[in-house]
């Protein structure tokens, strides 16, 4: 095992760079037939797949498979060596920010830029690639879903094995399989860009809920909040621009297949900045290895603020696994933000989208729509700067339950103006307005909230279940957009607004204030309210 501490998880070196050298080598390795394409303005379809080709793709998940063997620590050999007294997380907690967490901060922004940047890159490629593979509107909108249920099925899968084999584990390994994914690139026929499409929405999917989880277990209590909700605005912005940049830049001269090639680079940044990011403390104790615990929290506290007690802080009470979040003061508050997620996806994905649509049937000029969402968009941006302060400063369930509350309040405008049929632009801007700042809330810091309140073992499987949710809610809006909800605004609002509300109400009665408390006080919280509610239906 590497003695140092943040690199614990490669538990045969030799292994891990080996297989991703050979997924890079299968990368490279489609290479040869895209730039054969620069004389036909790099457009592949049609193209016959030639044998390095073919290697290539099977260098790949081959390459996978070792360097997860050479990632993935046997916890039960490492656990025989660790026989030290569990850590106390509390000096950790009362320490302030040094260079090691704005170190740590840093590598997750460009994580996360880089892991927003995949799916809003789809938005570019749609042009080309319909263009070049002759597709219709349907087919042009498959990608788009199948890219959407990798990303919710990724957000699931990487959030439960976070909390198995690590968080900096599973951020390297999405890291190589965004490698892996940039051969979408490269191919020569919309099917097979399907499925590679459906792998990088897999890869991409995951690397949020475990960034925020890892966020959370290693920041100071005092400043966990605002961090964990600046981090999302800040990589989702970052992503979208880094996502446009890219396409201005390259695409005129490359075409549309560059823009998945370069999983390539960005896959490696990931790789190359690892050495920055930790294993979590929290996990590693939870795991019985308190000596590797001890060593990353002396990274950040210091040697001399590290104390030791008999058991380690947060110790597993309940089996991991999706069953668990429903189980105790968690099943309240996982049902809650699961639908806040779900009405929220609809709301993104579905009712905006098809807002200027519902404008112009409404009698409002074409231009005045378009006008009147760009302005409104933009009275919207100081939003996020509202979110931060009021999170961090008011109170974070409270923060959570106002904007779920004002995005079922703002819909339920939308309602009332589409069943009357009022045309006022004032009311518009200011339904819209409302949304959009709602809705920006709602996701800011849905996902934030989720990392905070659930335990070690059970707090990368909650944010991946949540963050899963908001994806689902895209997946129903594609669907419930093509049978034609979203045809009409007033049906459209109420059937997203009740539910909104009912979320609303629901973490306003179960959720718990998580603003400046220890992780490990939280818990304690939610299993004593838990206790008085199995103590009420007792004795009932």
Known sequence: MNKKSNQFTLHHPLAFWLGTLAIVAGVLAHMP??????????????????????????????GLLLAAYGLIPRMAQLRK????????????????LNRQHWS????????????????????????????????????????????????????????MAADRVG??????????????????????????NLVMCFLMGASAGGLLPIAFTLMAEMIPAAHRGWLLVALG????????????????????AFGWRVLWLLGLPTGAMILLL?????????????????????????????PGDVVEEQAAADGVKTPPGMRALLKGGYGPLTIGMTVAGVAWGLVNFGFLL??????????????????????????????????????HRWSTVRTLVAFIGLSAASLLGFFLLGHFGVGSVAAMVLATVALLVSASGVIATLVPYASEIYPVHLRATGAGL????????????????????????????????APMAMAALLLARSGVETRGRRLEEIQELLDASALESAERLARR
């Open 167 to 192: 968080r900096r584990a599973t951020i390297l390994l999405s890291a190589l399989m965004f490698i892996g994914t940039a051969i979408c690139g490269a191919m020569p026929s919309f099917q097979w």
């Open 354 to 391: 098809w807002l200027p649509t519902n404008l112009r049937a409404m009698g409002m000029d074409p231009a005045a729509a378009t006008s009147l969402l760009a302005k409104s968009a933009f009275l919207a941006l100081p939003g996020t700067l509202l979110v931060i302060w009021l999170y």
């Open 274 to 302: 690892s050495r920055m990011l930790p294993e979590s403390p929290r996990f590693l104790a939870t795991q019985g290895l308190h000596a590797q615990a001890r060593a990353v929290m002396a990274q950040f506290a210091g």
């Open 466 to 497: 949540i963050a899963a949710a908001s994806k689902l809610g895209g997946i129903l809006g594609a669907g419930f957009g093509v049978i034609g909800l979203f045809g009409s605004m007033p049906l459209a609002a109420i059937v997203i607004a």
């Open 233 to 252: 605005g800040i990589g989702n912005s970052a992503g979208y621009l880094a996502a446009a940049w890219a396409a201005s830049l390259l695409e005129p």
């Open 104 to 159: 740590l901060v840093a590598v997750l922004v460009v994580a996360l830029t880089i892991d927003v940047m995949k799916p809003a890159t789809l938005g570019f490629v749609m042009p080309g690639m319909t263009r070049e593979y002759g597709l219709g509107g349907q087919y042009a909108g498959l990608l788009a879903f199948v890219a959407l249920t990798g990303t919710t099925v990724g957000s699931v899968i990487w959030g």
């Open 33 to 62: 037939m895209f730039v054969c394409a620069s004389d036909m303005g790099y457009q592949m379809v049609g193209m016959e797949m030639d044998a390095m080709m073919l290697t290539g793709m099977a260098l790949i998940p081959f």
């Open 81 to 96: 060596a660790s026989t030290h007294a569990g850590p106390h997380f509390h000096a950790a907690d009362r320490i302030p």
